[in-house]
């Protein structure tokens, strides 16, 4: 090759190169790959502007199924209206981390449940785990934290077997299962009067094995004669 051609071989390598980086910044993350190349840019882009939100939520369906129902972090007024790109930009590179979620100083409080007392303890993936999400467009995201919803028996098994309501709150608290803080005999059918309130509440409310666990009868108890 003369020297010539070789000049003209290195200024179309440059201009190619110029091209393309004005097209593309870089590489996108490993995630979005299959969005890599010029006919793509739309998919993501409006013509003559940045990242559509709108775009980003037509792939990302589970995220936008729980902004519409105003539900979870991407709803609380500290996030809401946040362009997608701006904690989620992307083209720098197949290995980049396009979800930096820090677990540690994570406000969980955004997402509509404080964690409070005993939650404060357990590790993420003890509560966010597949087996207690229902939403099948987010069960099997291995690496998602959406979709848990906040009700008690989520979690933590229904030790009462259906006997009494699912309102878990209204007699225990976030610190420990037992005693059952928020609990009043008082509001019950039988309020304990004299030495009724010394007596260890087994004595009445019997335990025994149900449906081969542990259980303890605390409804449904008869008390219409002293005999019971």
């Known amino acids: ?30 995630g979005h790959a299959d969005l890599e190349g010029i006919s793509n840019c739309f ?6 502007s940045k990242v559509s939100d709108a775009k980003c939520l037509d ?7 729980r902004i519409d129902a105003d539900k979870g972090y991407h709803s609380s007024k500290e996030v809401k209206g946040t362009s997608c790109a701006k904690c989620h930009n992307d083209h720098h590179g197949r290995n980049f981390k396009i979800i930096n979620f820090d677990a540690d100083n994570f406000e969980h409080g955004l997402t509509g449940y404080k964690l409070e007392g005993a939650h404060k303890k357990p590790d ?3 509560c966010h785990a597949a087996d207690k999400i229902k ?34 709150m209204k007699c225990h608290g976030m610190d420990k299962f037992s005693p059952a803080s928020g ?10 009067r004299g030495s009724h309130k010394t007596v260890d509440c087994v004595k009445c409310h019997k335990k025994e094995i149900k449906n081969g666990i542990e259980f303890q009868k605390f409804s449904g108890i008869t008390h219409v004669s002293c005999n019971n």
């Open 124 to 126: 993420c993936r003890d």
């Open 1 to 30: 090759m003369n020297k010539r051609n070789f000049v003209i071989l290195l200024c179309l390598i440059f201009c190619f190169s110029q091209a393309t980086s004005q097209i593309s910044p870089g590489k996108l993350f490993a």
């Open 43 to 48: 998919k993501c882009h409006e013509i003559g």
């Open 183 to 192: 609990f009043d005999h008082e509001k019950t059918e039988y309020p304990l």
């Open 59 to 65: 792939c990302h369906k589970a995220i936008k199924k």
């Open 135 to 168: 939403d099948p467009d987010i069960k099997n995201k291995s690496k998602s934290f959406l979709g848990l919803e906040t009700k008690c028996l989520t979690c933590h098994e229904d030790y009462h077997q259906k006997t009494l309501d699912n309102d878990c």
